[in-house]
């Protein structure tokens, strides 16, 4: 668990941090990859580690055409009213303002682009989040883990059933 305090330095994949750790009256640099979610070591850089664990290295390091094969997935489940764009994502607020990156995802039409983000928010087991473009919600699969993909489809059919 990652309870120290911690200065982020990002050097490229893999994601490297360099926090500084008290351990009783010496305060000692440590290089290490560190997060809670993916039960990495916090004590060793393991080069490549970062792309294939952290969340966020796995995402920016995905492929455009591993994402276009996902949304043109995605879009022919939901039918007519999906179809898939080309999108910028942003990579971050903090350590990277500004900053963007190519990606894809689908765009979803509806009588109302409100009432169909407020639905695809709730119920289910998780939210699906996405933004309103130009009248259209859309739904950036940078952000969406690939293994959530049958799940976001079986919600998006779901909802625009019920819109009917």
Do not use: Y
Not at 74 to 89: C, N, P
Not at 141 to 159: F, M, S, W, Y
């Amino acid at each position: 668990m990652c309870s120290f305090s911690i200065w982020h330095r990002m050097i490229g994949p893999p994601l490297v941090i360099w926090r500084v750790v008290s351990s009783g009256k010496s305060v000692s640099n440590q290089r290490s990859v560190c997060s809670r979610n993916t039960g990495l070591s916090t004590r060793s850089a393991i080069p490549g580690l970062a792309v294939s664990q952290v969340p966020v290295w796995v995402m920016i390091a995905t492929p455009v055409a591993d994402l276009r094969a996902r949304a043109e997935w995605l879009a022919e489940r939901v039918g007519e009213a999906a179809a898939v764009v080309d999108l910028e994502s942003t990579i971050g607020g903090g350590s990277l303002p500004g900053q963007t990156i190519a990606s894809l995802g689908v765009a979803l039409t509806s009588r109302s682009a409100d009432r169909l983000l407020a639905d695809i928010r709730r119920g289910g087991r998780q939210a699906v989040i996405g933004r309103i473009e130009d009248g259209r919600v859309v739904l950036d699969l940078r952000t969406v883990e690939p293994e959530r993909d049958h799940e976001v489809a079986a919600k998006l059919v779901a909802v625009f059933a019920a819109q009917g």
